[in-house]
């Protein structure tokens, strides 16, 4: 069974770094382009971070990017999440997501539990 487990996660003040990780277990960790959503309270789930499966392509939200950085370590099947110049906004449940296309049509979808970042401001 694959399982995805973030840590990294805390309490930190406005301007504040934190690097999140996410361990795959179950599975080889380059099967998988892999995100970072993160849900903030009351709010919709959304997306912060991808990155493609060999690590050649990133993407970021427009909210992070500059900010954040994800990056990957297949050797380690472990994703990153490093993020500077944290603001209370960035305060949220940070979700690890891992996608495999199996063929058209057909993706399966694996969330982690979550970890959370709380900025002070």
């Known amino acids: 069974q694959v399982q995805l487990v973030e840590t990294g996660g805390g309490l930190v003040q406005g301007g504040g770094s934190l690097r999140l990780s996410c361990a795959v277990s179950g599975r080889t960790l380059s099967t998988y382009a892999m995100s970072w959503f993160r849900q903030a309270p009351g709010k919709e789930r959304e997306f912060v971070a991808g990155?493609?499966?060999?690590?050649?392509?990133?993407y970021y939200s427009d909210s992070v990017n500059g900010r954040f950085t994800i990056s990957r370590d297949n050797d380690k099947n472990t994703i990153y999440l490093q993020m500077n110049s944290l603001k209370p906004e960035d305060t949220a449940v940070y979700f690890c997501?891992?996608?495999?296309?199996?063929?058209?049509?057909?993706?399966?979808?694996?969330w982690g539990q979550g970890t959370l970042v709380t900025v002070s401001s």
């Open positions: 990155i493609s499966r060999r690590g050649y392509n990133t």
């Open positions: 997501h891992a996608e495999e296309h199996i063929r058209p049509g057909r993706v399966v979808e694996l």
